[in-house]
């Protein structure tokens, strides 16, 4: 009688193990950053400052892991820097609207400060009537994509017909206006929900 390879009977469990495993979400890879605490303090007073004491600070701590993996020396090959990856104008912008941010871009405490109160001009925008969650999605994809090309999803999604208020029709409409960019945008906004589940 020829013996079977043993190892050939667990071949099938060990295929599986690796799908399933490779299909999981890679939540996991994101709990290391509940660890780093540092920048905390600066997170929830430019929070408190900008948005008041009832919103949460880690929706913001969460978009400062999926710019910069809170890298405060992080660069990106077009100029943004920091933990929260400010160009150099916006950062200009931003001094010049708001005098209490005083230091240098690539000091955490302020690079975080501006990029909470850039968020918060962001918020101011998209006033129109949508669920809370959406509302937070146009701000990271206007934080992402600019302002101006989401207005332009919005016109888009109207004329084929889907709410312009709601980030689903967003999702439909951006690549049409961004092109491949769309995909870097839209990975950004669901990046940042699903390290928010791991910063709760």
Not at 2 to 21: E, G, M, Q, W
């Amino acid at each position: 009688m020829k013996s079977f390879p043993i190892h050939r009977l667990f071949l099938p469990f060990l295929l599986c193990a690796f799908v399933v495993t490779a299909a999981a979400p890679p939540l996991f890879a994101f709990e290391r950053y509940n660890e780093v605490k540092r920048f905390d303090p600066y997170f929830s007073k430019y929070t408190k400052r900008f948005f008041g004491p009832g919103f949460d600070w880690r929706i913001f701590k969460a978009q400062a892991v999926a710019e910069s993996r809170l890298k405060p020396e992080a660069r990106s090959h077009v100029g943004a820097a920091g933990i929260m990856q400010i160009m150099p104008r916006t950062f200009e912008e931003i001094v010049e609207k708001n005098p209490t941010i005083k230091g240098s871009r690539m000091q955490p405490r302020w690079n975080i400060a501006a990029g909470i109160y850039y968020d918060r001009q962001l918020w101011n925008l998209w006033k129109a009537e949508r669920p809370l969650q959406d509302r937070v999605r146009f701000m990271f994809g206007s934080y992402n994509a600019g302002r101006g090309n989401i207005l332009k999803a919005q016109k888009k999604a109207k004329r084929k017909g889907f709410s312009p208020n709601l980030w689903p029709s967003i999702e439909r409409t951006l690549p049409e206006v961004t092109g491949r960019r769309s995909e870097e945008t839209l990975g950004y906004v669901k990046k940042i929900d699903r390290i928010k589940e791991v910063m709760r």
